[in-house]
């Protein structure tokens, strides 16, 4: 069955360092990658897509690459802020009209001042 | 304010009761989602309409779950004989018609319930 990864435990890192996050799926050949963010009580808000024929994407402090030989993806903040502090969601999603979206566990980042 | 809206944001209730959610998608998004979440884990897919049909549902759905988008616009979800599994963040998202495939799902801010 299809399965995505991320680190189960937390990620602490010192303001201003790059927070690097990692996604990894199994028994899945996803036509996008997506990942967003989500606070506490809140529904995820959408960060970045990336295609599976790309190898990298980024959008402002954010940068995710997508290495579908590794069936990997990683998901970078630069000069990470405090208010980067959430959880992150790595989704996949296949082509077609209906793209279900499959999303992973998540990983939560606390960025410590 | 324009995003995706859910009724109610709480929701207690005891074992056996029937719950029922509603979600307000964007205006003219014609493609509409459930999820449910528990905590530490991510959005568990529920359900699919396009318009008002209701094109895909979850296997894991049991049959006590059941959702209606009656006019193409907004969408209930009720959960009968609730039982305290059933407790989760209940997520709605929607998406504009079909364009690209990179269109992208906006989500409501959820409804928690609680199953006591």
């Known amino acids: 069955s299809q399965k995505i990864e991320q680190n189960s435990e937390a990620l602490n890192i010192q303001e201003g360092k790059t927070a690097t996050l990692t996604c990894n799926y199994t028994?899945?050949?996803?036509?996008?990658l997506q990942w967003y963010r989500q606070d506490p009580g809140r529904g995820p808000v959408f960060l970045l897509l990336?295609?599976?024929?790309?190898k990298e994407k980024r959008k402002e402090r954010l940068k995710v690459t997508f290495d579908t030989t590794l069936k990997q993806s990683l998901f970078h903040i630069t000069a990470s802020q405090p208010a980067d502090s959430a959880t992150y969601l790595c989704a996949l999603q296949g082509a077609g009209g209906y793209q279900k979206v499959t999303f992973g566990t998540g990983t939560k980042l606390q960025v410590i001042p | 304010d324009t995003g995706v809206s859910q009724d109610p944001r709480h929701k207690i209730t005891k074992r056996g009761q029937n719950v029922t959610f509603r979600c307000d998608p964007i205006s003219e998004h014609n493609r509409l989602y459930w999820y449910r979440q528990t905590l530490g884990q991510g959005p568990e897919f529920l359900t699919y309409?396009?318009?008002?049909?209701?094109?895909?549902k979850s296997r894991l759905l049991s049959d006590r779950f059941s959702a209606e988008r009656p006019k193409g616009s907004f969408s209930t979800l009720e959960i009968q004989r609730t039982e305290q599994g059933d407790s989760a963040m209940y997520l709605c998202?929607?998406?504009?018609?079909?364009?690209?495939?990179?269109?992208?799902?906006?989500f409501g801010p959820g409804t928690r319930l609680t199953v006591l």
């Open positions: 309409f396009q318009n008002e049909a209701q094109l895909e």
């Open positions: 998202a929607s998406r504009p018609p079909f364009r690209t495939e990179t269109d992208t799902q906006y």
């Open positions: 028994n899945y050949s996803p036509a996008y």
């Open positions: 990336i295609r599976e024929n790309e």
